[in-house]
């Protein structure tokens, strides 16, 4: 079995300050560990991907992320947020497994930027 | 580059009416998902399609059906519509089943 949470249901920066997402998860097998965004009244977008390569993961919009298995922990990092990082994020496992990949999605974590 | 192709964008429907939602993947994509986000909610699993071939079924009601078709297009069929299936109908595809999935913007379907 496989799951997801997201420490943070809501988080506040300030623009041009470092953003931390934070997500740990479970998994019965290796897991590949994505995480998503979603702007208000649009699609999930792919910011990245963990696939059991590089532990560090470098997505797009200047975002990153690390696999840590001791910690159980895929936590998502950009050094300057911009105001067009305000947005839901989310943080989503896959098993590889009998059930062909199906995606667990966690509860997500709101980003606000201020001005 | 060709995205997943999500029709419509917005449906409208009443109370005990049927509704079908199409999804077009991404060319060669072996694999479709489909994926339910109710108003302030995470995703949740509905159904999965490998080569045209159920391969996954999470929380999708017995009103609901899907398939997969020889073109790879999947259609997910709604009837008996309630009020709480007022959601956002993600369907996302994938090559292999660690690739990255791809999400199409969704269909907003509204019961009304």
């Known amino acids: 079995a496989q799951s997801v949470t997201q420490l943070d249901s809501h988080v506040s920066v300030s623009e041009g300050t470092p953003v931390l997402l934070r997500c740990n998860y479970s998994?019965?097998?290796?897991?590949?560990l994505f995480w998503y965004v979603q702007h208000p009244n649009k699609g999930l977008q792919l910011l990245l991907k963990y696939t059991s390569a590089a532990t560090l993961v470098k997505g797009i919009n200047g975002f990153e992320a690390e696999f840590k298995k001791s910690e159980t922990s895929f936590h998502l990092t950009k050094p300057s947020a911009h105001m067009s990082d305000a947005a839901e994020y989310f943080c989503v496992v896959s098993e590889a497994t009998d059930s062909w990949g199906k995606l667990q999605f966690g509860a997500g974590t709101q980003v606000v930027v201020t001005p | 580059a060709a995205g997943v192709i999500q029709s419509p964008r917005h449906l409208i429907k009443e109370k005990r009416e049927t509704a079908t939602l199409k999804c077009y993947p991404i060319?060669?994509?072996?694999?479709v998902y489909w994926y339910q986000q109710g108003p302030g909610q995470d995703p949740q699993f509905l159904i999965s399609?490998?080569?045209?071939?159920?391969?996954d079924k999470g929380s999708i009601p017995d009103r609901f059906s899907a398939q997969q078709f020889s073109d790879y297009h999947s259609e997910l069929n709604m009837s008996s519509l309630e009020l709480g299936d007022s959601a956002l109908y993600f369907c996302?595809?994938?090559?292999?089943?660690?690739?990255?999935?791809?999400f199409g913007s969704g269909t907003r379907l509204t019961v009304v």
């Open positions: 996302a595809s994938s090559l292999g089943a660690d690739d990255g999935y791809t």
């Open positions: 060319p060669r994509h072996d694999t």
């Open positions: 998994s019965s097998y290796s897991p590949s």
């Open positions: 399609f490998y080569e045209k071939m159920q391969s």
